[in-house]
């Protein structure tokens, strides 16, 4: 049977992730693997698009269906 991880959440209370045998913590609290983490959040910090990229995107796809639904090409 797997056990819980042995580190507290931001909010103080027990982790309830699940270990790997021989380590006492979740992936997300490993302390080996705090270098990963930070690459991993990095990296999709950057992937985010912005919201104006959004707003762009959104406003295409409304043009696109009303076009679709008038029947219209483009």
Do not use: F
């Amino acid at each position: 049977m797997a056990s819980k991880c042995a580190a507290n959440t931001w909010g103080g209370q027990p982790c309830k992730g699940l270990v790997r045998l021989g380590n006492d913590y979740c992936p997300a609290h490993d302390p080996t693997r705090h270098e990963a983490r930070r690459r991993a959040a990095s990296k999709a910090g950057k992937s985010k698009p912005g919201r104006r990229e959004l707003a762009d995107i959104k406003e295409r796809l409304c043009t696109l269906a009303e076009d679709v639904l008038r029947g219209q090409r483009r």
